[in-house]
């Protein structure tokens, strides 16, 4: 395979990672995102992942939980999502390693920068966990700033639709979606593809990004040979 990209920092969300089950951590799914991944390790790419938590916590248990706390769970809950999505690397017979933005020295390595590309470079296929390890900031955010931190090519955001739409695709039978935009108009529009700071760390640090529909995880192994999948979405 020949690929575009030398290094990829690819998210993978808590609602992928639950399959057809909806909740949990579903095993074959996992297997198939990490066989893409093989795929593309075979080829040279330097692989980093970053995980949601979504299929364990999300947003608050109540209305008056603090939002703080609500927060720091799922950040605990994209740890589990790590360990189990690295186990699926492992299984196929690749190096990996969780690391974390939060210390937890008996289950992950505490992320650096400099280390992360070490690894990479030394063939590791890396999975970030606890985002920022900071409150009120998403998933996305965490694989936008990594992405900038470990020198990415792209940004690989998978999502549950081909690409990004000027409205809902899965509400209203219209929808127009778009071949190419810019981080500018996702904000000026409001388009909810990424958050406003994923979009900002993005913009402000040259990292384009492409969004794709991972319910099939070989368009992971289509995008890094470049094929026309999805919408990219550039800094200009």
């Known amino acids: 395979m020949a690929a575009i990209y030398k290094r990829i920092m690819l998210k993978v969300s808590g609602e992928v990672l639950a399959g057809e089950k909806g909740f949990g951590f579903d ?12 795929q593309c390790r075979d080829a040279g790419v ?21 939002k703080s706390k609500a927060d720091s ?80 090519d792209i940004f690989f955001k998978s999502t549950n639709v081909d690409g990004v739409y000027d409205k809902d695709p899965n509400k209203y039978a219209d929808a ?23 979009a900002a760390i993005c913009r402000e640090n040259g990292l384009n990004a492409l969004v794709f529909n991972l319910n099939d995880p070989e368009n992971i192994v289509r995008a890094v040979r470049g094929e026309k999948i999805g919408t990219i979405v550039t800094t200009d």
């Open 73 to 152: 769970i799922g950040m605990l809950a994209t740890t589990m999502n790590a360990l189990a999505l690295s186990d699926a690397f492992e299984q196929q017979g690749m190096r990996s390693k969780v690391m974390s933005a939060i210390d937890m020295p008996k289950i992950a390595e505490l992320f650096t920068a400099e280390k992360a590309v070490e690894y990479l470079e030394a063939g590791v296929v890396l999975v970030f966990a606890c985002g920022t390890g900071n409150p009120c900031f998403s998933t996305d955010s965490g694989a936008a700033l990594r992405g900038v931190e470990i020198g990415a």
């Open 27 to 38: 095993y074959d799914t996992a297997a198939s995102v990490a066989s893409a991944v093989k």
């Open 176 to 198: 127009v979606k778009y071949d190419t935009l810019s981080q500018t108009e996702i904000l000026a529009k409001g388009l909810g593809v990424m958050d406003a700071s994923a």
């Open 46 to 66: 330097q692989v980093a992942v970053v995980v949601g938590g979504g299929n364990y916590w999300r947003g608050r248990a109540h209305k008056d939980m603090n």
